[in-house]
């Protein structure tokens, strides 16, 4: 049963950055070169939103709202996505989740399209 285990998470004040790492473990017959990867979150009483993610030919996409502050990479070498924050606002508090699809996507952003789903990571960012 392959799993995915987000850490990094924690709380900071605005301005401050953290490091999300997302491992994956587990059997699969699969390289993990060969699956999209995504950050989503979700905030107290809204829908999950795609915050950054990678094809599995290292394009990457970013939402607005977090561009020029994340950058998210991969280690094919580790099975592992990370997503380094920097500048972080109390906007972008909300629990953090990393996800997989096997293949490419042409909507790297939307969370329907992932199908393995972490448990996720908070992130708490005051003012």
């Not at 999300?20 to 587990?26: E, T, V």
């Not at 950054?52 to 094919?76: E, M, P």
């Not at 070498?77 to 699809?101: R, V």
């Amino acid at each position: 049963q392959v799993q995915l285990v987000e850490s990094g998470g924690g709380s900071v004040q605005a301005g401050g950055s953290l490091r999300l790492s997302c491992g994956m473990f587990g059997y699969t017959a699969y390289s993990y070169s060969d699956y999209s990867l995504g950050w989503f979150r979700q905030a107290p009483g809204k829908g999950r939103d795609g915050v950054a993610a990678i094809g599995i030919d290292s394009t990457t996409t970013y939402a607005d709202s977090v561009k020029g502050r994340f950058t998210i990479s991969r280690d094919n070498g580790k099975n592992t996505l990370y997503l380094q924050m920097n500048n972080l606002k109390p906007e972008d508090t909300a629990m953090y989740y990393c996800a997989t699809h096997l293949g490419q996507l042409n909507r790297l952003l939307e969370p329907s399209w992932y199908d393995r789903w972490g448990h996720g990571t908070q992130v708490t960012v005051s003012s």
